[in-house]
């Protein structure tokens, strides 16, 4: 939508979206923990991090925070299949 719409009397008013910052947003419903994928794919952890330190958010990557100091990584369904095929140029 443009920024000024024009009305039907021909006047130009700000349009529905003016002013704000169009994103996109995710439509992710559900993530699987690094030790979850690791399980999955029968390797390491330790090989699912170095696989996963190319990867960013735009890959499906996510970091899980819990309460005190725990993290974790977790992958999307998208981000599983990125980490696929790092998996394939760590090994």
């Known amino acids: 939508m443009p920024l000024f719409a024009r009305s039907r ?3 130009e008013t ?3 979206n003016a002013g704000r ?3 996109q947003r995710n439509k992710v419903h559900s993530v699987s923990t690094l030790r979850r994928v690791a399980s999955e794919l029968g390797v390491t952890e330790e090989a699912i991090w170095k696989a996963a330190e190319g990867l960013d958010t735009e890959d499906g990557l996510i ?3 819990d309460v005190g100091e725990e993290q974790t990584l977790a992958f999307t369904d998208d981000g599983i299949e990125e980490l696929q095929s790092a998996l394939k140029n760590y090994r």
């Open 21 to 23: 910052v169009s994103s």
């Open 63 to 65: 970091w899980v925070y």
């Open 9 to 11: 009397l021909g006047i």
């Open 14 to 16: 700000p349009g529905r």
